[in-house]
Structures are given as structure tokens and as C-alpha cells.
């Protein structure tokens, strides 16, 4: 089954490009020309890249393929909300608010939601 972001709009908890633009433009601000902040985004950007083929993948894999990548998906999923929390308490002992974490969320699949934007938006930039 191909999926389509209208599809995925309608799901509890997502996010609108809108909302993940303006998230993602609240990262770059606070973050700016910070070394160490700029060092913990990459790692963060690291650790989508490697959660989010097992995002892009989960809907063409069977019950079997599922149950052997479960538990590395569940680990790379951990990777990036630790990134997201190590990058949101550096940022604000340097001052900054990190008002992105808190709009963000707690929810699983919503910070994987982004981090999947987050890598869509840096290969783009890539090119």
C-alpha cells in the first residue's frame, strides 16, 4: 500500500509540514553558529537517518520482517528521542527557551514524525 501525508494528517497526534517547518526554523534559530549545539544536531540528524528507513519501511514489511527489526527500530527510535532531550537541555543552559521540545511533545510516533521530516529536509538541502 503506497501511503500519502493526506493520509497521514488525519492520524492522532501528527503534524502539518506547517508545524514541522516552524519547529524545525526554532531548532536552526536557537541553535545558530553554537559548535557543541551544532555537533548535537548532527548527532541527532545521525540517529533520523538511521530511525527512519524502519519508518519508511514498517508498512511493506510482513509479520516476520517486523518481529526480527522490532526491537533494532525500538533502539534507534530511543537514539533519537535522547537527542532530541540532549539537545533541548543544552540549548537551554546556554539560555535559550526550547519551546520546540515542549510543542513537540512526549508522544513516540510524533517525535518520530519529525525526525523523519528532519532527515526529508536535510537530504533535500543536501543535493
Known amino acids: 500500500m503506497i501511503s500519502t501525508y493526506e493520509e497521514y494528517i488525519t492520524m492522532p497526534g501528527s503534524l502539518t509540514l506547517e508545524e514541522m517547518q516552524s519547529l524545525h526554523r526554532e531548532i536552526k534559530e536557537e541553535v545558530g553558529y553554537d559548535e557543541d549545539a551544532l555537533d548535537l544536531y548532527a548527532d541527532l540528524i545521525d540517529a533520523a537517518t538511521k530511525y527512519s528507513p524502519y519508518r519508511a519501511n514498517w508498512n511493506f514489511w510482513g509479520r516476520e520482517e517486523k518481529r526480527a527489526e522490532d526491537s533494532t527500530r525500538t533502539s534507534r527510535h530511543d537514539r533519537v528521542i535522547d537527542c532530541f532531550n540532549i539537545l533541548e537541555r543544552y540549548l537551554k543552559k546556554q539560555g535559550k ?3 520546540w521540545h515542549e510543542t513537540l511533545g ?22
Request: aromatic share 12%; net charge neutral.
Open 97 to 99: 527557551s526550547a519551546a
Open 106 to 127: 512526549e508522544d513516540r510516533k510524533r517525535i518520530g514524525d519529525f525526525a523523519c521530516y528532519l532527515v526529508f529536509a536535510e537530504s533535500l538541502n543536501a543535493r
